[in-house]
């Protein structure tokens, strides 16, 4: 009866196995903020689901009129770019200034990657990469190809540079866009590769622990 129930309990807890994840921002923050070519910033923005507190929002000055970086009362941060020209933007994580502490992106090791989802892009017309500075001012960074429609990962071992990801100060995510070109994005975190269990599997295994667990008791 206890072996039962131990596979039961298990096997419901293997949906909620905890991720090592640190949140680089997720953008829902509930209200609307923006900048463009005619107050292009850098503006610090106070943002709770934001890492460090915050983020700072800023526009290329030299980008065309038009070009906009928003973050939403939806919760989304959006670059778009109108007919007269491209443009680029940045939001940078940085406690406003005061850096992050060393934090630690790996979380000793057990987080592995980049994980960004796009929830819109005009596919080749924007460039998104990510740069990380450590507590040393040493730089690496990270391009963010191939992205589309949907959630995608990069691994920590495809940075560029020689910070120390361990000892992250500052985090910096730059867009550029073409002409008539938009990109909408939902989440920027770090993560670890899950292994491929499916949703149906975990719920067989735990429907099989609470069968059994009926039989015993039906025994009893």
Known sequence: MRILTTVAVASL???AMPAHAFLIDDFDTGTGFNVAPSDPGPTNVPAVTAIGGSRTMAIDPASANGT???VTTG???DHGQTTAGGGSSSVTWDA???GLGGLDLTDGGLATLVRVSVLGIDVGHVDLALEVTDTGAMTSSLALTGLNVGT???DFA???GSADLTATDKIVLTIAAGTNSDVS???VETDQLR???SEPGILALAGAGLVGLAVARRRV
Do not use: Y
């Open 158 to 160: 495809s940075f560029v």
């Open 13 to 15: 807890c293997l949906g």
């Open 68 to 70: 906009t970086l928003e």
């Open 75 to 77: 919760g989304t941060l």
């Open 195 to 197: 292994p491929p269990v």
């Open 96 to 98: 406003n200034g005061a």
């Open 185 to 187: 994005l939902d989440l």
């Open 152 to 154: 995608f990962d990069f």
